[in-house]
């Protein structure tokens, strides 16, 4: 690895989060954006091929190393880390509705669920993986929601042209069959 | 109304609201959960079936008192009743009554499967460790300023000065109230023949001490305890011990 691959790793080793190419041309003001991306290309594939413990994720607008998924048991098993607690159906069908029609108000999600939403909405902001961005203009002045980059990385996505196209979806807003049943 | 899905749920009973909750996210949930158990095609839903297994769904499992479950229920039971209603000619375009629901349906099922997804790639991302969190060292305190032993006493006279004086009990004056002034114009009478005004009222007379003391002045007067003379007008008020005052 050349020098500039070894100072990424040493950076992103350092770093407690994901760090965006931008914040990167900070180590070194003579290297451009193509230098850095050639660096983490470098970096991504001598963990790959060398044998290593852990990968470089591209995660929330930014780069971050991260041990293998291979090993989450045993680590977890002796305590030296923590998964997150699961979220449950609910709350995971709001960040649905949120992560595609941001910003949406409570109205929208109770609409398209059929169920009260007030409360999940509330342990997902406390979360931080939704927040408020502005009230809409409609009836009442309702709160609009959007995700936040702590939700990018809960699900480990670089951004959210990441999350699947709805024509990747088996079921698609599509019209009824032709007339004929 | 055989093998219900709540069937394997706990006695009815015992089938609390919140416990039913984690069953069914929904009345879309539960109705996409009979749908795909039935294996029935969504474009052609048999409302009236799928209506009254919705019913006993929700009683067996408690949530018919649940206002959202409710409400789908008494929406099933209008197509129900819709779809009943003859259709006119066949040259009459025929709005069907399910077409609203069945939207709602696909929908509701196309964020399931987004909710799935997520899940799925929070899973990934949550068997994935960053490095463990290390917080960033708090400032360190400013130095202690540097000073002499001279100086520091100095500082310490200077905010001695500064603190008033504590007031640990302040005495207020009671105001002579006319039986007062009584008794101490019969003392003074009692030390002396006779003395001016100036002197029953001492140095620094309040409003209430003098208006005390006049009035028990007048009222001695009457009693003919003392007699008030005055040489010219304006000069001072004297005071002498009066006809009855030897009697009393």
Same mark, same amino acid.
């Given at each position: 690895m050349d020098q500039r691959s070894r100072l990424l790793e040493a950076a992103l080793f350092a770093a407690p989060r994901p760090l965006a190419l931008d914040e990167l041309s900070v180590l070194d003001p003579e290297a451009t954006d193509a230098d850095w991306l050639g660096a983490v290309q470098e970096l991504r594939e001598h963990y790959d091929n060398e044998g290593h413990g852990v990968e470089l994720v591209e995660i929330a607008g930014g780069y971050q190393v991260l041990t293998r998924q291979a090993f989450a048991e045993a680590i977890e098993r002796a305590a030296f880390a923590a998964r997150p607690v699961r979220l449950s159906t609910a709350a995971l069908e709001v960040l649905a509705i949120i992560a595609y029609?941001? $910003?949406?108000?409570r109205a929208e999600i109770e609409e398209i669920r059929g169920v009260s939403s007030a409360g999940v909405l509330r342990l997902l902001q406390e979360r931080g993986l939704i927040e408020v961005t502005g009230r809409s203009e409609g009836l009442g002045r309702p709160l609009l929601y959007a995700t936040t980059p702590q939700f990018l990385e809960y699900l480990g #996505?670089?951004? #959210?042209?990441d999350l699947p196209r709805s024509d990747e979806l088996s079921i698609a807003l599509t019209p009824p069959p032709a007339a004929g049943d | 109304m055989t093998a219900l899905p709540g069937a394997t749920a706990p006695a009815p009973a015992d089938a609390g609201f919140v416990v039913s909750l984690d069953r069914y996210s929904g009345p879309l949930d539960l109705l996409l959960h009979l749908i795909r158990r039935e294996e029935i095609d969504i474009w052609d839903i048999p409302i009236a079936r799928i209506a009254d297994q919705f019913l006993a769904v929700i009683h067996v499992l408690g949530l018919d008192e649940a206002a959202e479950y409710l409400e789908m229920a008494a929406r099933l039971l209008r197509i129900k009743a819709q779809m009943l209603l003859p259709r006119r000619g066949d040259e009459e375009p025929w709005e069907d009554p399910r077409h609203e629901l069945v939207r709602r349906l696909l929908e509701y099922q196309q964020v399931r499967e987004i909710a799935d997804w997520l899940d799925a790639a929070a899973r990934s991302r949550a068997a994935r460790f960053a490095r463990g969190f290390v917080p960033p060292a708090p400032d360190t305190p400013p130095l202690p300023p540097e000073f002499s032993i001279e100086e520091l006493l100095q500082a310490v006279e200077h905010v001695l000065a500064m603190? $008033?004086?504590? +007031? +640990?009990h302040r005495v207020v004056a009671r105001p002579l109230d006319v039986e007062g002034a009584t008794a101490r114009i019969l003392a003074l009478l009692g030390e002396r023949e006779a003395f001016s005004w100036r002197d029953l009222l001492g140095p620094a007379p309040s409003v209430v001490d003098v208006l005390s003391s006049l009035v028990a002045v007048l009222e001695l007067a009457r009693r003919g305890l003392l007699s008030l003379r005055q040489t010219? $007008?304006?000069t001072p008020v004297v005071i002498d011990r009066g006809p009855a005052f030897a009697t009393a």
């Open positions: 029609r941001q $910003p949406t108000g #996505l670089g951004d #959210l042209a | 603190m $008033p004086d504590p +007031i +640990i010219r $007008p304006f």
